[in-house]
């Protein structure tokens, strides 16, 4: 990612993608057009962040209040250019 797209860029899901809870499962879903991703650990918290109205840095100084000491800094703009590579999130 560059840098001026990591800062720049206001994450938001694509329009046919879906956050939701699975309280059966207790984790959180991304909800595609005939498939679903099952978020692990803290990724439902991160997407849900991801509303377009928050920057990649604005999200990591969020997470970073948040769980002190998680390597925020270093793991979330990776996977959220995942995301991005994968189509769902824009």
């Given amino acids: 990612m560059k840098a001026a797209s990591a ?3 206001r ?3 694509a329009p046919a993608v ?3 809870h699975d309280q059966a499962r207790d984790t959180d879903l991304l909800l ?3 498939r679903v991703v099952v978020l692990k650990g803290g990724a439902g918290t ?4 991801c509303d377009g109205t928050r920057s990649v840095c604005d999200i990591v100084d969020e997470l970073a209040e948040r769980f002190p000491g998680a390597p925020v800094a270093t793991d979330v703009p990776p996977f959220l250019e995942r995301l991005r590579t994968e ?3 824009r």
């Fill in 32 to 34: 595609l057009p005939e």
């Fill in 87 to 89: 189509g769902w999130l």
């Fill in 46 to 49: 991160l997407v849900g962040l």
């Fill in 18 to 20: 879906v956050l939701r």
């Fill in 7 to 9: 800062t720049d860029w």
């Fill in 11 to 13: 994450p938001v899901p």
